[in-house]
């Protein structure tokens, strides 16, 4: 504006119809930077609605929104990434997975709308006993929880504080299944499941709280052919294997016992059974049992010569691999006998 005012008085001088010409250009300047900020404060509004639109769109799909549970699928992206850092940084994690006693048969006595109204205050409660690091979530008919640097016995001490709130709270009993990380598993799936194991557990024994390792030992002095799930040995066929560690464990039907000594550390268990999952020839790795110096993994392969397989598909050096009765033992030292 003020170098056309200069302009415009060089040229035309001082007289009515050049200040005309120059309040009209003055005017349309200042409108037009009025217009554009008025513009661009109502596209940061409309910006940030989106946004805003987008993050709420994104809770509803990763939370229930009854609930505000995590759904199950979001819930083991995190669990995955809790149990890659509790191994990077030698930490302690528990997972619950919680069911309310009789729930099939709640929708019927106390009719849908009661039944999420009971989910819904059950989850307040949990909720109000979780730090900001916890993660609760949503599987079915069951409530997951997620937490790290947390040992077993703080996951026991946490289970029972809840499960009497809820008693007291709701007058509904609560069943619980834990599984911790390292010592009952040191990968995501295999957590859950031996998590969902504890829970089974604990409902067909009528317990309220079962951590893993309890129920396992309670199959393992059952008589024998009594196990659920696990038939009888057949031989060279190796529907049922026996691994010779301190407590016997048995494999599915169809599993191969892979007896690997030497490993030292949770760093190293995980890098050999991301080498094992590498081998095309095995449909299943799971890891069976893990202690000090020693780890279990169970496999299902259609390939009959698994040592000669183990040695020249595994990246690994210095090893030596032997099979006896069934059993593979990798010992990562070899100076050390089988």
């Not at 809770?59 to 995590?70: F, V």
């Not at 992206?77 to 930490?91: D, W």
């Not at 010592?183 to 194991?197: G, H, N, Q, V």
Request: charged fraction near 25%; hydrophobic fraction near 40%.
């Amino acid at each position: 504006i003020l170098v056309y005012g200069v302009m415009i008085n060089i040229l035309y001088g001082i007289h009515p119809s050049s200040i005309l010409i120059f309040i009209t250009f003055s005017t349309a300047v200042i409108g037009t930077g009025f217009l554009a900020w008025n513009t661009s404060k109502l596209i940061q509004l409309v910006t940030r609605k989106v946004e805003r639109d987008h993050l709420l769109i994104d809770e509803m799909r990763i939370k229930d929104e009854k609930t505000g549970l995590m759904r199950f699928h979001y819930a083991r992206r995190v669990l995955s990434t809790e149990v890659s850092r509790s191994l990077r940084f030698g930490k302690t994690l528990v997972v619950l997975l919680i069911k309310i006693d009789n729930w099939e048969e709640l929708a019927e006595n106390i009719g849908l709308n009661n039944r999420e109204a009971l989910i819904i205050e059950v989850s307040e409660i949990l909720f109000n006993n979780c730090r900001n690091i916890d993660t609760l979530f949503l599987n079915i008919d069951k409530i997951g929880v997620i937490l790290p640097e947390t040992d077993i016995e703080g996951g026991k001490l946490f289970a029972r504080r809840v499960a009497e709130q809820i008693k007291r709270r709701t007058k509904r009993q609560v069943h619980i299944g834990i599984a911790g990380f390292p010592e009952d598993s040191i990968t995501d799936d295999d957590l859950l499941r031996k998590c969902d194991i504890a829970l089974r557990d604990a409902l067909e024994n009528d317990r309220g709280i079962a951590n893993f390792s309890e129920s396992f030992n309670s199959m393992e002095s059952m008589p024998e052919g009594e196990h659920p799930g696990v038939g009888e040995s057949t031989g060279e066929q190796l529907t049922v294997l026996f691994v010779e560690t301190d407590k016997t464990k048995k494999l599915l039907e169809g599993e191969l016992a892979i007896y690997v000594k030497g490993s030292q550390t949770l760093q190293e268990i995980e890098a050999l059974q991301m080498a094992f999952e590498k081998i095309k020839e095995f449909q299943s790795v799971r890891l069976v049992d893990f202690e000090d110096n020693k780890v279990v993994f169970a496999i299902q392969s259609e390939c009959e010569e698994i040592p000669e397989l183990l040695l020249t598909r595994l990246d690994i050096p210095n090893i030596a691999i032997e099979e006896k009765s069934g059993v593979i033992t990798i010992n990562l030292n070899p100076s050390t006998s089988l």
